[in-house]
């Protein structure tokens, strides 16, 4: 079945670092694939999507490109934020039955970044 | 802005209680979702409603959840009797439903369940 792999946290970065967060899946088709964030005793928020290959979601600084050719859609940021300090989840969105699509979420990666 | 309204917040209950919770999406929302959140993990499906018909409860532990969507607004998740398993948070979520795979959906606060 459909799945999304996460690279293992705990990050910790100090602030104006750069970030990586990998992320690759597995899908049959061509899945939209989605970062998701999480700040303590929150629900998630959308960070950005990608709906198709070699498009790039970006918002708030952070940046990720649909890699067809190596499954991928790793999130990237120039220069993090003591204020970015979250759990960050890679999501994709898989066809259940016809015309019917649900999310596969990773396991999530929690990011500190210390001032 | 519109949100995904969920409660109660927190719910602190023992074992073999009944508990519910209840979810109001965004207005105009056609498709409606819970998940279990464990923590340390992802979000887990546990069913999703297209309007008030189930499309997916097939994570759904039937024998003790059970969840219902009468006229396809809010809804509510129960659970009868709790385990201490159950610990968890449960998020519900929403979207228009209208465009597939490119779905974008919203998600409520959640509501922290710990069973003692």
């Known amino acids: 079945g459909d799945s999304v792999t996460q690279m293992e946290g705990p990050v910790t970065l100090s602030e104006e670092a750069f970030l990586t967060i990998n992320c690759t899946y597995t899908?049959?088709?061509?899945?939209?694939l989605f970062w998701y964030v999480q700040y303590p005793g929150e629900g998630l928020q959308l960070l950005l999507k990608?709906?198709?290959?070699?498009d790039k979601g970006s918002n708030k600084g952070f940046e990720a490109t649909y890699r067809k050719e190596t499954t991928s859609f790793h999130l990237e940021k120039g220069s993090v934020q003591v204020s970015d300090s979250a759990v960050y989840f890679c999501a994709l969105s898989g066809l259940i039955t016809s015309g019917t699509y649900k999310y596969i979420f990773g396991t999530g990666t929690r990011l500190k970044v210390l001032a | 802005e519109a949100e995904v309204a969920q409660s109660p917040r927190y719910k602190i209950t023992e074992k073999s209680q009944a508990v519910a919770f209840w979810c109001d999406p965004i207005?105009?929302?056609?498709?409606l979702y819970w998940y279990r959140q464990i923590l340390g993990q992802g979000p887990e499906l546990l069913v999703q409603f297209q309007d008030e018909s189930v499309v997916d409860d097939s994570q759904l532990p039937k024998d003790r959840f059970s969840a219902e969507r009468l006229k396809g607004v809010d809804s509510t998740l129960k659970i009868q009797p709790a385990e201490l398993g159950d610990s968890a948070m449960y998020l519900c979520a929403s979207s228009t439903g209208g465009t597939g795979e490119f779905d974008t959906q919203y998600f409520g606060p959640g509501t922290r369940l710990t069973v003692l």
């Open positions: 899908a049959t088709g061509y899945p939209s």
């Open positions: 990608a709906t198709k290959a070699d």
């Open positions: 207005s105009g929302h056609a498709t």
